[in-house]
C-alpha cells in the first residue's frame, strides 16, 4: 500500500471518527469543551496550512480532516458543550491566542509546525482534565476511530523530519483519551463498555 493510500485513509478515518462523536452530542452524552475545540478549529486550520506548505503531501489528509471535524464540533458546543469557562479554559485559550503571535510573524514553516502543536497540545488540557474528571461525557467510539487514524498516519510518512511532531502528538493525545475513557468506564461500577 502506498504512502499516499494510507494517508487518505487516515484522513477519512479522522473524518468518520466525526460521526460517532457528533451523534453522541445530540444525544446528549458527549459534552464539548468550548475552549478545545475553538483552539482545535483554529490551530487545525492554521496546521492544514503549514502541513501543506512544509510537509510530505501523502500526509495532508489527516490535517484537512482535523480541521473540518473540529470546526463543525466547535459550532456544536456552543448549544451543547459546558456553559461555563473554567480558570484552566481561560488559561489555555489565552496561551493558544498569544502563541499564534509568533506564528503570524514568522516566515518558517518548520517554527510554525512547531508553534501550531504546542498551541493544538494547550487546547487539548482543558479537554484532558474534564476526561479525566467526566470520563462519561466523551465518546469511546470516536477517540478510539481518532487513535486508529492517527496511528495509520505515522505509517503515512515517506520520510521522517520535523514534520512527524504533529501526527506523534495526535496518535499519543488520541490514546490517551481512550486510555482516560477506559479509566472511567472501569472504576465507574454504573457504566457499562
Known amino acids: 500500500m502506498s504512502y499516499e493510500t494510507i494517508g487518505i485513509i487516515a484522513g477519512v478515518l479522522a473524518l468518520v471518527g466525526y460521526i460517532p462523536y457528533i451523534y453522541s452530542i445530540f444525544k446528549g452524552i458527549t459534552k464539548p469543551n ?11 486550520g492554521l496546521l492544514a496550512f503549514s502541513y ?26 456552543i448549544w451543547y458543550g ?41 487546547g487539548a488540557i482543558p479537554t484532558l482534565v474534564k476526561t479525566y474528571k467526566e470520563p462519561e461525557t466523551e465518546d ?4 478510539a476511530i481518532f487513535a486508529i487514524a492517527n496511528t495509520l498516519q505515522l505509517f503515512a510518512l515517506s520520510y521522517l523530519d520535523i514534520t512527524v511532531l504533529y501526527p506523534a502528538y495526535l ?7 481512550v486510555v482516560l475513557i477506559l479509566r472511567g468506564r472501569f472504576l465507574s461500577p ?3 463498555l
Not at 171 to 177: E, R, S
Open 52 to 77: 501543506a506548505a512544509e510537509g510530505d503531501s501523502n500526509a495532508i489528509w489527516l490535517p484537512i480532516g482535523y480541521f473540518v471535524g473540529p470546526l463543525i464540533v466547535a459550532i456544536l458546543s
Open 171 to 177: 496518535f499519543f493525545l488520541a490514546t490517551g483519551m
Open 140 to 143: 469511546l467510539t470516536a477517540w
Open 190 to 192: 454504573k457504566t457499562t
Open 34 to 44: 468550548r475552549a478545545t475545540w475553538i483552539i482545535w478549529t483554529i490551530v487545525g
Open 82 to 122: 459546558y456553559t461555563e469557562w473554567t480558570r484552566v479554559d481561560k488559561v489555555c485559550l489565552l496561551i493558544a491566542i498569544i502563541s499564534i503571535v509568533p506564528w503570524v510573524l514568522s516566515k518558517d514553516a518548520t517554527i510554525t509546525l512547531v508553534i501550531n502543536v504546542l498551541i493544538d497540545a494547550s
